[in-house]
T-cell receptor
Framework: GESVGLHLPTLSVQEGDNSIINCAYS??????FIWYKQESGKGPQFIID?????DKRQGQRVTVLLNKTVKHLSLQIAATQPGDSAVYFC?????????????FGTGTQLKVEL | AAGVIQSPRHLIKEKRETATLKCYPI?????VYWYQQGPGQDPQFLIS???????DKGSIPDRFSAQQFSDYHSELNMSSLELGDSALYFC?????????????FGEGSWLTVV
């Protein structure tokens, strides 16, 4: 992934609303995808993952959708809370292709308004 | 649960000095990854190791080197430091062969070059 500079895309939502964060990935060989949450000055925190043999996976308040045809990934957060405010990254990896490189997409800043 | 441990958390060095960052992966994890993240930027992959052997190489400068030791901890050595090396450096670990190969990150080491 290339550096994208200092201006992250921002999504502002009201507390209690649902949030949808989108991500486009580039490598058609990628078969494993992870969403991370990163708070300021902290390490990326694992949220949810999905393998390419699935279209949808649900966790607690979060759902990841994968559309391999258009190489698109989305993260849905239900009933968004102030504590969800952070930068969210999608990341892709080729597990079956071997190698150990996780490539991050452009982060999205989620701001939850009270 | 044990997480990825990085040290030091903060480091201040002068230009042209050398710095060493350490990473202790989650117990039983056999793969370590190093990332560099500038302010407002996506984490950039530097290098990874699997079973003490270099696995993948990303945008790691020639001035940097890394290795994974017999106890699976890893060190990132940075020489001839430049102002542009100031960043948050993350280490992550995973267990190859685990079905989902989930990758977990440490809290990072802040390097400031003055």
């Amino acid at each position: 992934g290339e550096s994208v500079g200092l201006h992250l895309p921002t999504l502002s939502v009201q507390e209690g609303d649902n949030s949808i964060i989108n991500c486009a990935y580039s490598n058609s060989a990628s078969d494993y995808f992870i969403w991370y949450k990163q708070e300021s000055g902290k390490g990326p925190q694992f949220i949810i993952d999905i393998r390419s043999n699935m279209d949808k996976r649900q966790g607690q308040r979060v759902t990841v959708l994968l559309n391999k045809t258009v190489k698109h990934l989305s993260l849905q957060i239900a009933a968004t809370q102030p504590g969800d405010s952070a930068v969210y990254f999608c990341a892709e990896k080729s597990v079956t292709g071997g190698g150990n490189k996780l490539t991050f997409g452009t982060g999205t800043q989620l701001k939850v308004e009270l | 649960a044990a997480g990825v441990i990085q040290s030091p958390r903060h480091l201040i060095k002068e230009k042209r000095e050398t710095a060493t960052l350490k990473c202790y992966p989650i117990p039983r994890h056999d793969t370590v990854y190093w990332y560099q993240q500038g302010p407002g930027q996506d984490p950039q992959f530097l290098i990874s190791f699997y079973e003490k052997m270099q696995s993948d190489k990303g945008s790691i400068p020639d001035r940097f080197s890394a290795q994974q030791f017999s106890d699976y901890h890893s060190e990132l050595n940075m020489s001839s430091l430049e102002l542009g090396d100031s960043a948050l450096y993350f280490c992550a670990s995973s267990l190859v062969g685990e079905l989902r190969n989930t990758i977990y990150f440490g809290e990072g080491s802040w390097l400031t070059v003055v």
